[in-house]
C-alpha cells in the first residue's frame, strides 16, 4: 500500500517561498518505470486543482497559474518529493496534498491518481 505525508507548509507573505516535501513509502521510485507523482491544492470554496506532476524519467508538468513561480522534484534514493514554490502569491493560499500513479495519462487530474497523502496548509497574506 501506498503511503504519502506532507510536510513543509505554512504561513508566509507575499513574494516569499516554502519547499514542500512528501514521504512516499509502498512506492519504489526507481523501479516504477510508468508512476508519476504530483502535487495538487485546494483553496476554500474552491475545487481542488492540479499544480505540478513528474515522471519517472524526470519529465515534469505544471499548470500555468504557477509555471517560472513553481519547481516539482524528486529525490529517488529518498523516495521524497518535493514542489519548491518561489513568488507566492495570496491565490497560492490552500491545502496541498501529494499524490502517485501509474500510467497517467492526464498528469493534472486527480482521478487518474491512486493514492494520495492528507495535505498541508500553505497560507499567503498580501
Known amino acids: 500500500e501506498v503511503q504519502l505525508v506532507e510536510s513543509g507548509g505554512g504561513s508566509v507573505q507575499a513574494g516569499g517561498s516554502l519547499r514542500l516535501s512528501c514521504a512516499v513509502s509502498g512506492y519504489d521510485f526507481r523501479r516504477n518505470y510508468l508512476g508519476t507523482l504530483a502535487w495538487f491544492r485546494q483553496a476554500p470554496g474552491k475545487e481542488l486543482e492540479g499544480v505540478a506532476a513528474i515522471d519517472s524519467d524526470g519529465r515534469s508538468t505544471y499548470d500555468n497559474s504557477v509555471k517560472g513561480r513553481f519547481s516539482v522534484s524528486k529525490d529517488n534514493p529518498k523516495n521524497t518529493l518535493f514542489l519548491q514554490m518561489n513568488n507566492l502569491k495570496p491565490d497560492d493560499t490552500a491545502m496541498y496534498y501529494c499524490?502517485?500513479?501509474?500510467?497517467?495519462?492526464?498528469?493534472?487530474?486527480?482521478?487518474?491518481?491512486?493514492?494520495r497523502g492528507q495535505g498541508t496548509q500553505v497560507t499567503v497574506s498580501s
Open positions: 499524490a502517485a500513479g501509474q500510467m497517467v495519462a492526464d498528469k493534472l487530474r486527480l482521478s487518474e491518481y491512486s493514492s
